[in-house]
């Protein structure tokens, strides 16, 4: 899978953007180490705070299927969809991820006119909070 095949996949995904609030569309395409690919728009409420983003939208489909193994993840976004600049996953998607990706997962940003951005989670959140080697035994 290259990083244009998965910001495609995220731009697919796109399309079931659920956002009347914001118009603020969001795709997201998650990579498993076996290859899978599981997808996520945003998916907003009329009580703002329950809004779930793309990233974690993916994310939490991948973990619900038993999947905790991942390689990177394609975002792509913008008003109505116009993938005009690159859209950064926020703080709350950022430590989701961290709490299963390592710090080299790949978080891959492409936009409309084809430009494609890559930056490790390390970079995204340096210094990230986890209690996952304190608490959990290695094989969860
Ligand atoms: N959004 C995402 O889907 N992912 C992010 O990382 C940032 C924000 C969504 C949430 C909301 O539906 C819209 O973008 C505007 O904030």
Redesign the pocket.
Known sequence: MTDQELVDRATEAMKYSY?P??H?R?GAALLAADGCVYTGC?I?NSSFSV?N???RTALFKAVSEGVHDFQAIA?V?GTDGDRKDF????GV?RQALTEFCGPDFRVILGKADGEIRVHTLEELLTGSFTLREVLLHEDV
């Open positions: 956002s609030y914001s603020f969001v945003n907003e809004t983003c793309a990233e975002v976004g859209s950064y996953p926020c998607c």
